[in-house]
């Protein structure tokens, strides 16, 4: 099983991705410079958190145009597994693989805090070791991570049950108190309609070790090891 | 060109200087070589003033690697592997524009750090602000936070760390020290030095603009009402450029083709090509018009003194440019050839060919001019030391307590720690508010505790004793951690040095500092002056701020403040003497700063920190929190509240009378050398045994639990509230601030 991290030039969070899935989980795993156009032999891309190229302008707009980008969207539509944390989920939004836009969280200020955030969904690469309704304690490090998306949009993505992490209180209710951001619908992470691109907010690769306060994101990483390794997804 | 006693002015140089300029070059300067050495010679970059007393400090020891001299210290961590540190100051431009020149600050210390072959890996600050009640000073701290936050956090370099004050004398001129450290492989640390005639020097990073210039010699100067008009000498930052730059230069530095490298901070591309030439005893020859430029129509002397941000300088071995390029290349970089080595000790800039400086090294680095200014003992200070306690009427202790908990300074710092990225890299261990900001290192056991400390009021009272202090507080912090403090770095941040009495605060606190930082075994490394931190001829409290690193053996066996859960044994170690002298308690309840600071015994803070260190790495203490602002009350409660478990103590055999000061000075007293440690009921014996043998007497206060506060003399409560609601009022102090005033 290798997972490919890509690196954009404002990438920050790339070293982590990568100590969390080499060192904690054991997996193999290699760096993929953002100019690289080739996928070959990855199991599961990783966009990782950061600033991909400074971000300026808005967040994940340039990085959608970087070369190994085209490779990384066929790579998705073959239907392999891809997570897109924080940055990377923004660069996911701006590429079109998954739909919606991030405001500026309703503070105005960046957030570097410890969140709750509740598995909603576990039919998807990244969340099929989770229990349902599974509540995890991950942390969240943006500015801009107020997801917006229209109303028929957001009805949309219910219907379909994509809406996959969504924020909650420590009672496991989705309601404005376990909001951090002002995410409409509490929404802290997405899947596409075919299920294998992901994109979230919180940092589940910071949470892999109980040394760091949390061990709850490694359960996201395990997940997409076992689908792997049981063929249950796969790039066509 | 003729220099005149104007011309000199406007560059901050006196007529004696000017004298001196042309008796070092045998001529008269050119405006570009008069501009070249204002900023040379400015206080910021030449430290005349304050380098006679500099010289005193304790700078070596087994463990240092590099110390005072190069872009930043090093000391050894074992494994082969070195911490790289140092703290630096950017109060001026942070007051003039916040977010860049705290942005910018930020960025200037990163660089120090890569500089020297290291990745940066923790950033912590030191923050000075006015009352928070004022307006323009809650716009100031917003602006410092979220400049700090955006180049920090988009530059992917956690900030674990730091402390705030505020107090009036700084609500004109804030002070923003920013500490950075990194790790690098011991034996592969680059200095920052030119050899090899002919080898050719490379610029890379941002092109040059018209801002900043001039900035080493604003930082050199009092504030007055017409500061504002200095905006153009604040820099603007970009950290993405300087993500790149970080990226690249660690990159280069794998390979043998690099020679040395320099950043250009302050006075720029002056400073980068003057030093490294002097540092490696050769000469560096530019041609400015090859730098690449913002703007058209760039004087040589705006060339030469501009302070944009994110440029590197760097002497790369003939024939192997080749390989520095590609690797900038990758990253969009574009490495430029500016000029080579040269044999002759000169810097020599030429314009399109022509010459328009050609200056000795020497001139501008070893023979700036150093000043042994007269030193004053204040005449005030006998008074201000003065403590008449009848004329004061005590507070009532559990209403001083509430009043304690929601002032600024002692107040939670969530409000600001949240917009700082503390966890990127995956090192933090121990959250910012917990206790020293501490870093595990990865593929070793081991793991760095890091603080930033100064009481700005007990250095005002006696400045010796108040740095000495400082010092103690900061090393206390990591060894309540568990960390043995193995280095320091300065940050000196004073008025007006031509006035007496400021030079004897700088004189005072530098002998104080040296003397305890020799009996505790902490070198210093390096660090920052900054001086001239005055508005309208009224000076900042004294803060000489101290950074310490302290090593930890056992990453897994860190301990932090918050107690850990109910029904452990709560202890003092070390003694209350009732010191009441400086304290936050006079300052917040009587707006007063008076008395005496606490009285510090080194060899006693000595041994307390030793014996916390084996609490912690023996595994014995289960929390461990420093006694300082606000005393022992406070630091019983910021042990609660992390954690939500409460406590319940007597402090009777700490206590005078029951009513009265006695209380007052038992609960708020600031007295050095103690902390409050909590252990499981079966380990009390262990740390009995393990006090005694270190000489260090300890008093068993309570335990704790429940959900309450609770601080009794006899069978008295003096103090006694739910914790949620002391745990509130302390927690939404800071922020309510701001919310209220939007």
Redo the contacts between chains.
């Keep these: 099983m290798t997972f490919a991290i890509v690196v954009f030039p404002g990438s920050n969070c790339d070293h982590d991705a990568y100590h969390a899935v080499k060192h904690v989980l054991g997996a193999n795993a290699r760096f993929v410079w953002h100019k690289e156009t080739n996928l070959q032999g990855v199991d599961c891309v990783i966009l990782p958190g950061g600033f991909a190229h400074g971000d300026y302008l808005r967040t994940g707009a340039i990085a959608r145009f970087s070369p190994v980008m085209a490779d990384v969207v066929k790579f998705a539509e073959a239907g392999g597994p891809v997570i897109g944390i924080c940055n990377g989920f923004q660069v996911l939004l701006e590429s079109g693989l998954l739909p919606g836009a991030m405001l500026r969280n309703r503070s105005l200020k960046f957030q570097c805090e410890h969140v709750l955030v509740k598995v909603e969904q576990t039919d998807t690469p990244f969340t099929r070791a989770c229990r349902p309704g599974q509540i995890l304690n991950l942390p969240i490090a943006h500015g801009e991570g107020n997801y917006y998306a229209e109303p028929e949009a957001v009805a949309q993505l219910e219907r379909n049950r994509q809406v996959i992490f969504r924020y909650v209180t420590p009672a496991g209710e989705a309601v404005d108190a376990g909001n951090p951001n002002g995410s409409v619908a509490n929404i802290a992470g997405l899947c596409s309609d075919r299920r294998n691109v992901v994109g979230l907010m919180p940092h589940p690769e910071r949470a892999c070790e109980s040394a760091l306060g949390s061990a709850d994101g490694l359960v996201l990483f395990e997940s997409v090891l076992g689908a792997v390794k049981e063929g249950a997804v796969h790039a066509r | 060109m003729p220099v005149d006693p104007q011309l000199l002015e406007q560059h901050g140089l006196t007529v004696e200087e000017g004298a001196r300029i042309i008796e070092l070059l045998g001529r008269e300067p050119s405006i570009t070589e008069l501009g070249i050495f204002s900023v040379m010679w400015s206080e910021h970059c030449s430290y005349k003033s304050s380098r006679v007393h500099l010289k005193t400090l304790p700078t070596t020891g087994p463990r240092v690697l590099q110390g005072p001299g190069e872009n930043a210290g090093a000391v050894d961590i074992g494994d082969g592997l070195a911490a790289v540190f140092k703290i630096e100051s950017h109060n001026h431009p942070s007051f003039i524009e916040p977010y860049q020149g705290a942005a910018t600050g930020v960025g200037g210390i990163i660089r120090d750090i890569f500089t020297m072959g290291a990745r940066p890996v923790a950033l912590l600050n030191s923050l000075r602000f006015g009352s928070l009640d004022e307006p323009l000073v809650r716009r100031n701290v917003e602006g410092v936070v979220?400049g700090i936050?955006?180049y920090g956090?988009?530059?992917?370099i956690p900030t674990v760390g730091g402390e705030i004050e505020f107090d009036e004398s700084y609500a004109g001129n804030p002070l923003v020290n920013v500490f950075c450290l990194g790790l690098a492989k011991a034996d592969e640390i680059i200095r920052a030095s030119a050899t090899g005639a002919g080898n050719p020097v490379f610029y890379v990073g941002s092109k040059t603009g018209r801002d900043g210039i001039h900035g080493a010699t604003m930082a050199s100067a009092e504030f007055d009402e017409k500061s504002a008009e200095k905006r153009p000498a604040v820099q603007v930052g970009?950290?993405?450029?300087e993500?790149?730059l970080l990226?690249a230069c660690l990159e280069v530095m794998h390979s043998d083709a690099l020679v040395g490298m320099q950043d250009m901070g302050a006075a720029g591309l002056t400073s980068s090509t003057c030093e490294m030439g002097s540092r490696g005893g050769a000469g560096i020859e530019i041609d400015v018009a090859l730098v690449p430029q913002r703007e058209t129509g760039m004087t040589p002397y705006e060339i030469m003194l501009s302070e944009s941000q994110e440029r590197m300088l760097l002497v790369v071995k003939r024939g192997r440019e080749a390989e520095v390029e590609a690797v900038f290349t990758?990253?969009?970089l574009h490495a430029v050839r500016i000029g080579e080595v040269t044999t002759d000790g000169r810097m020599r800039v030429k314009h399109h060919g022509e010459v328009v400086a050609d200056i000795p090294n020497g001139a501008l680095t070893d023979n700036a001019p150093q000043y042994r200014r007269p030193m004053a003992r204040p005449a005030w200070l006998d008074e201000a030391r003065t403590l008449a306690f009848d004329t004061l009427t005590p507070a009532d202790a559990g209403a001083a307590f509430l009043r304690l908990l929601a002032s600024p300074g002692i107040a939670s710092k969530r409000w600001v720690?949240?917009?700082?990225?503390?966890?990127?890299?995956?090192n933090?261990?121990v959250?910012p508010g917990m206790g020293a900001g501490t870093i595990?290192v990865?593929g070793t056991d081991r793991a760095l505790a890091l603080s930033v400390d100064c009481n700005g009021r007990f250095v005002y009272l006696d400045p010796a004793a108040g740095a000495a202090l400082a010092v103690a507080e900061a090393a206390r912090n990591v060894a309540c951690a568990g960390g043995e403090p193995i280095g320091a770095t300065n940050c000196l941040n004073f008025g007006n040095p031509q006035r007496p009495e400021i030079m004897w605060q700088f004189g005072e606190a530098v002998r104080g500092m040296g003397e305890a930082c020799r009996a505790l075994g902490i070198p210093i490394t390096g660090g920052n002056v900054s001086l001239y931190n005055e508005t309208d001829g009224k000076a900042v409290l004294p803060t000489p701020t101290i950074g310490i690193v302290g090593l930890v053996e056992h990453?897994?066996r860190v301990v932090t403040r918050a107690f850990a859960e109910a029904g452990h044994v709560v202890v003092l170690l070390g003694e209350g003497l009732g010191e009441l002298g400086g304290s936050a308690y006079l300052k917040v309840l009587h707006g007063l700063i008076r008395g005496v600071p606490p009285a510090l015994d080194l060899a006693r803070e000595g041994a307390l920190q030793r014996l916390l260190v084996t609490l912690a790495m023996e595994r014995i203490s289960r929390s461990a929190h420093d006694c300082a602002e606000g005393g022992l009350a406070v630091t019983l409660a910021e042990s609660c509240f992390d954690t939500g478990v409460g406590v319940d103590v007597d402090v009777s055999e700490l206590a005078g009378p029951a009513a009265g000061w006695g209380v007052i000075a038992t609960l708020f007293g600031e007295s050095a050398s103690r902390a409050v440690v909590s252990v499981a009921p079966g380990d009390f014996g262990r740390l009995d045994a393990a006090a005694r043998a270190a000489g260090v007497p300890i008093t068993t206060l309570g335990q704790t639990g429940g959900d309450r506060l609770r601080i009794r003399v006899g069978g008295r409560s003096v103090v006694d509230v739910a914790l949620a609601e002391a745990e509130q009022t302390w927690a939404h102090a800071i922020g309510d601030r701001f919310h209220r005033a939007h």
């Design positions: 979220a936050a955006g956090n988009s530059i992917g970009d950290p993405f450029m993500k790149l990226e990758k990253w969009d720690y949240r917009q700082y990225d503390h966890m990127v890299r995956t933090t261990i959250m595990r990865k990453a897994d």
